[in-house]
């Protein structure tokens, strides 16, 4: 694997993409940093930033805005290089708590806005109708460039971007070969809205996939990143996450290969009725088939 200073010293062979939506440039593979401690965070996003990463995708309930904060801070990044994105928690869904709490994010993230808000869940309290009156309102105040949804089916997506006077951006939602979300990914298509793949590991089945693993010895890849190309090769930004360094250079090299049809036609086969693994009660929605 090539290093992360090997790669910064020569910049054509590294060249992130970035997916558009409506006026957004998102950088296609972003770090998230989900289930990461504070010391783990301040460890790790300095070799993600040297490494190349620019977007960062973090969360209120993560309980880890204020450490990636501090991380890039601390790491001296412009803040007009970095696509920061963070999401309202559920329990924030209420106008006296949910402008409130996005405040309580930027002064954490050490920033007057953030590049994109998220709905985290639709939960089973608030309707979709009262979530997005209240997202707007904080992108018309300037706490926002951009808003967007998570977690949202097909059904949920169409209320939002109907009722949503800022543009939905996308929908960040579990994505990877064993749940290949066709039936989201096209109701998205037709309305412009990008999907953002979280989960895109499964939970440490994709590393171990024996098809992966043979597609990615053809190109000198690991079946991690297999993994993640072929999320972003669908046109999809993928997130991507490690507490190891060694890994951050790893998941970052997968713009100087391309899977071929063969390829993509046998990861296809990998999608299966059970690939579902976030699927939390009274967050959740009723998913579409």
Known sequence: MHSAKARLNNPEE????????????????????????????????????????????TA????????????????????????????????NYSVDRFAASVDESLDKLKVDQVDLLLLHWPANKVPVAAQIEMLDAVQAAGKTRFVGVSNQNIAQVRESVG???????????????????????????????????????????????KVLQQIGA???????????????QQGHIALSKTVNPARVGENIAIFDFALDEADMAAIGKLARPAGRLVNPPGLAPAWDA
């Open 60 to 91: 209120q309930i993560y309980q880890n805005e204020a450490a990636l904060g501090r991380a890039i801070e601390a790491a001296g990044a412009r803040r007009g290089d970095l696509f920061l994105t963070t999401k309202v928690w559920v329990d």
């Open 163 to 209: 009722r949503s006077k800022a543009p939905i951006v996308t929908n960040q939602v579990e994505l990877h070969p064993y749940l290949p979300q066709h039936a989201l990914v096209a109701a998205a298509k037709e309305n412009g809205i990008a999907v953002t793949a979280y989960y895109g590991m499964a939970d440490g089945a994709v590393p171990k996939d």
């Open 218 to 232: 053809k190109y000198g890849k690991s079946a991690a990143q297999v993994g993640l190309r072929w999320l972003v």
């Open 14 to 57: 590294f060249a992130m993409q970035t997916v558009t939506a409506h006026g957004a440039t998102i950088p296609a593979l972003g770090f998230g940093v989900f289930r990461m401690t504070d010391a783990e965070v301040e460890r790790i996003v300095p070799t993600a930033l040297e490494a190349g990463f620019r977007h960062f995708d």
